[in-house]
């Protein structure tokens, strides 16, 4: 971001009134803005993307608008999923510097991640203009072109400014993330693994490039060497965790939905079988099954919604009425179907966290269907602590947290399936590798449409998946995920002891 001071004008409302307690200026005089914008930067590296957001609402009550306090707040809101409302506030900071190529892309990826693919390479190719060798350009277009299929095209992209020495960790990265699926593995390595090498670079670089290594040494059967990578990658990305809150807290959300409160809930008016919701503890294959149903004609797949989370956050399932139900039915209805194309059936919303959210999807939409992945324990965990989450999720780091947090959410599940009245049907991975056209056809008559042959080939829809699936989604469906576990055996005795008898 370019560096700019304070400027323009305030608007006083009582939300920025209770901010004063938060933030004032030196009784100098000298405003504090920087030292504050510091604050939130780093409350954003270290993956607390709320308090980032509040911080920079704060500097900019205080101080004005400013191009970098508002870029770091659209840039967070959009971390946060509130892909309009980021774009809204990265809008306002383009238009105090128009010629900012940073920006650009952050609005590329709020279209990225909301499947608007066309949007997402245009706002790319006007930084590329402002700046052809930008190296989160240059990252952002061969990732576009890599999860639409086009990884041909984007080893074209990356590989000129790798030849030319242009070792920022985006390009790098997303080299990486490009040559193994144009059989090219080799060419990456050493770029990667000087990155991992270099302590110079952010922490976060290395344990991306960690990640990747493990998936190249992996998938040559080096597996020592790739857990290595792995257990690099992870402690690199350290994340606080605390096993027993989060016990607490599963506990106390299954004492608050009580058999006897479940069946007291308000439920919405409004009667609708077009959602479909796909939950899942992550890596559980949610992402295939949301590819499944999106080579079905009626079937739009909306991606990950954060919408439920927020809207449950807003309105506790606990103290929900119904004027409250009906308005957020309509509400999240109203947003869904704002960008779904004409004529569907059905939509997707795929948030594996969305399984803390059963009670109040089931209160506020009548009709809708949850479908419940599952896969096995150990495999679901080791491939958890094999994927990057780029501080977005705390599901890996620990193989001691891993098993805590599957078992806190198997214990969620549990009690939702004996409890709640709401249309769950489970699909298992390893059943769907083994019978792939037996689950496949119990899927799409469980979500009330007639069967189509295209979802026996998800491989070949032309969706690009948005999720970190999306290389594995491309292909047909495989088998080698199934039994991941066993290749890391003599890794695995702390996540057995945590899972128990998960």
Same mark, same amino acid.
């Given at each position: ?18 901010? !004063?307690?938060?933030?004032?200026? %030196?009784?100098? #005089?000298?405003? +504090? ?9 780093? &409350? ?19 101080? #004005? ?59 790319? %190719? ?21 999860? &639409?299929?086009d990884a041909a095209d984007a080893y074209d992209v990356l590989k000129p400014a790798i030849d030319q020495g242009l070792d920022h960790p985006n390009v ?57 990578? @792995? ?10 965790w605390d096993p027993a809150a989060l016990d607490s807290f599963v506990d106390g959300l299954i004492a608050d939905l009580s058999p006897d409160m479940l ?61 409250? &139900? ?15 194309? %004409?004529?569907?059936?059905?939509? !997707? ?5 969305? @399984? ?5 999807? #089931? ?10 992945? !599952?896969?096995?324990?150990?495999? /679901? ?10 501080h977005r999720q705390p599901y890996s780091r620990d193989l001691t947290w891993l098993g805590r947090a599957y078992n806190a959410y198997r214990r969620m ?5 004996? !409890? ?19 689950? /496949? ?6 979500? #009330? ?34 039994? +991941? ?18």
């Open positions: 971001m370019p560096d700019a001071g304070p400027r323009g004008g305030v608007r006083t409302t009582r939300k920025h009134i209770a901010m !004063t307690q938060y933030y004032t200026p %030196d009784a100098a #005089g000298q405003p +504090r803005w920087r030292q504050e914008f510091e604050r939130a930067f780093r &409350a954003f590296a270290t993956g607390d993307h709320e308090s980032a957001a509040d911080i920079c609402r704060q500097i900019e009550w205080a101080e #004005g608008e400013n191009p970098m306090v508002i870029h770091l707040l659209g840039t967070s809101l959009s971390y946060q999923g509130e892909y309009e409302q980021a774009r809204t506030e990265l809008a306002r900071s383009l238009r105090i510097n128009p010629k900012n190529p940073q920006v650009l892309c952050d609005i590329a990826y709020t279209h990225r991640m909301q499947g608007h693919f066309d949007e997402s390479h245009r706002f790319v %190719d006007q930084a590329l203009a402002i700046l052809p060798d930008y190296h989160a350009a240059l990252r952002a277009k061969a990732e576009l072109l890599n999860r &639409a299929g790098v990265l997303a080299f990486g993330e490009v040559c193994p699926e144009v059989d090219k593995a080799d060419e990456s390595i050493q770029p990667l693994e000087a990155l991992v090498a270099n302590e110079a670079v952010p922490q976060q670089y290395r344990a991306s490039a960690s990640f990747l290594l493990g998936r190249m040494y992996e998938n040559t059967g080096a597996f020592d060497a790739a857990w290595e990578a @792995y257990e690099r990658g992870n402690e690199l990305t350290p994340v606080p069946r007291s809930l308000p439920r919405a008016q409004r009667r609708t079988d077009m959602p479909v919701f796909i939950v899942g503890f992550p890596r559980s294959g949610t992402t295939l099954v949301e590819q499944i149903l999106s080579c079905h004609p009626d079937v739009f797949a909306a991606g990950e919604r954060s919408l439920i989370p927020r809207m449950s956050r807003a309105d506790p399932v606990q103290t929900l009425t119904q004027p409250a &139900a009906d308005a957020a039915g309509d509400e999240y209805m109203s947003q869904l179907l704002s960008f779904a194309p %004409d004529g569907i059936k059905r939509f !997707t919303d795929k948030n594996p966290g969305n @399984y803390f959210h059963l009670a109040f999807i #089931g209160s506020i939409l009548s009709g809708a269907r949850i479908v419940l992945c !599952t896969r096995d324990p150990l495999d /679901t965990c080791v491939s958890c602590f094999a994927q990057d989450f780029a599940i549990d009690h939702y399936q004996r !409890t709640l009245e709401v249309p769950i049907h489970t699909v298992n991975y390893e059943a769907l590798i083994a019978d792939r056209e037996a689950v /496949t056809r119990e899927l799409i008559e469980f979500v #009330g449409l007639d069967f189509v042959d295209a979802c026996l080939q998800p491989h070949k829809s032309n969706r690009a998946a948005l999720t970190a699936s999306f290389a594995q989604v491309r292909r047909p469906v495989y088998s080698t995920s199934v039994g +991941r576990a066993e290749r890391f055996a003599r890794h695995l005795a702390p996540l057995r002891q945590a899972l128990g008898d998960a």
